[in-house]
Nanobody, 122 residues
Framework: EVQLVESGGGLVQAGGSLRLSCAAS????????IGWFRQAPGLEREGVSC????????YYVNSVKGRFTISSDKAKNTVYLQMNSLKPEDTAVYYC???????????????WGQGTQVTVSS
């Protein structure tokens, strides 16, 4: 059974940091790209960052460049999203997803986690 389990969300003040984790199981982790997406109420799901587990290639949406860092730990089948200098506009439910190629488009991903809430207060 494929599982993606996010953790690490919470409430933080603007300027603070959080690290999200996405623990994967049930599929060939090394063969996939793992993406982080977020969705705020009334808005479309947005691709925040993704990483190709096999070669480490990464993508970041412009609004998080220089603040967020994505990484993977193959030994733990886990992808992390380190989020620094958080802003109120980063508030959303964050999802991780697994897909066959590096893409910022949610339609390219086959498997999804349940999401974790990130709330940044001003």
């Amino acid at each position: 059974e494929v599982q993606l389990v996010e953790s690490g969300g919470g409430l933080v003040q603007a300027g603070g940091s959080l690290r999200l984790s996405c623990a994967a199981s049930g599929f060939a982790f090394d063969a996939y790209a793992i993406g982080w997406f977020r969705q705020a109420p009334g808005l479309e799901r947005e691709g925040v960052s993704c990483i190709s587990v096999s070669d480490g290639s990464t993508y970041y949406v412009n609004s998080v460049k220089g603040r967020f860092t994505i990484s993977s730990d193959k030994a733990k089948n886990t992808v992390y999203l380190q989020m620094n200098s958080l802003k109120p506009e980063d508030t959303a439910v964050y999802y991780c997803a697994a897909g066959r190629g590096l893409s910022s488009w949610y339609g390219a991903y086959d498997y999804w986690g349940q999401g974790t809430q990130v709330t940044v207060s001003s």
